[in-house]
């Protein structure tokens, strides 16, 4: 069964640095999201990407996150200058078709900040 | 109001039980209806979606009331492997999904 796949699993950076959080979505979906949970609360929605650019975005996302698509297979969330608050479980989803249709999650890439 | 809101638990049941867990939305444009699955530490696994004529998949159904925002799960013979948190996620006028917190379900022997 095909799956949503994300590198790495954990990341540990310190306060400042830029990390770049891997997903390599279903291979014919269409639409792509980042999602995040901090440890202890709800799943909260960062951003949607489809035909190369953002759909809709959080507050959450702003001027330190970026996504790119930069090949056929890989889609990636940057942050740009961490911050304590940024540690979180990251999670990458995908779906085929617009409106109803489900989306599929990645195992999640755990960030540390320290 | 909260976009989602569940009853946080825990639901403690023996195995062999049948429990039902519910939630509300806020938002009336809401167009889709989703349960999903959290195992501790692992990402949301889609259990089902949820239909205004209710759906049923093996022990699980689901029920959508529109007019009261209100949605449920039921699990019937409850398995050890059903402990988990599910989680009641729903979307609006867009496709971003809104969770709610979850409701958290301990299965014992």
């Known amino acids: 069964e095909p799956e949503v796949t994300q590198t790495p699993s954990h990341q540990v950076t310190q306060m400042g640095q830029e990390v770049i959080l891997r997903c390599v979505p279903i291979s014919n979906h269409l639409y792509f999201y980042w999602y995040r949970q901090i440890l202890g609360q709800k799943v909260e929605f960062l951003v949607s990407f489809y035909n190369n650019e953002i759909s809709e975005k959080s507050e959450i996302f702003d001027d330190q996150f970026s996504v790119e698509r930069p090949d056929g297979s890989n889609f990636t969330l940057k942050i740009r200058s961490t911050k304590l608050e940024d540690s979180a479980m990251y999670f990458c989803?995908?779906?085929?078709?617009?409106?109803?249709?489900?989306?599929?999650f990645g195992p999640g890439t755990r960030l540390t900040v320290t | 109001r909260k976009e989602v809101e569940q009853d946080p638990g825990p639901f403690n049941v023996p195995e062999g039980a049948t429990v039902a867990f519910n939630c509300t939305y806020s938002?009336?444009?809401?167009?889709?209806f989703f349960w999903y699955r959290q195992d501790c530490r692992k990402e949301p696994k889609l259990l089902m979606s949820v239909y205004s004529s209710g759906n049923e998949d093996g022990r699980f159904t689901a029920q959508l009331n529109r007019a009261s925002q209100y949605i449920s799960l039921l699990i019937r013979d409850s398995k050890l492997s059903d402990s988990a948190t599910y989680l009641c996620?729903?979307?609006?006028?867009?496709?971003?999904?809104?969770f709610g917190t979850g409701t958290r379900l301990q299965v014992f022997p």
């Open positions: 996620v729903v979307n609006g006028n867009t496709d971003k999904l809104i």
């Open positions: 989803a995908s779906k085929f078709t617009t409106n109803v249709g489900e989306q599929y």
């Open positions: 938002n009336s444009a809401s167009q889709s």
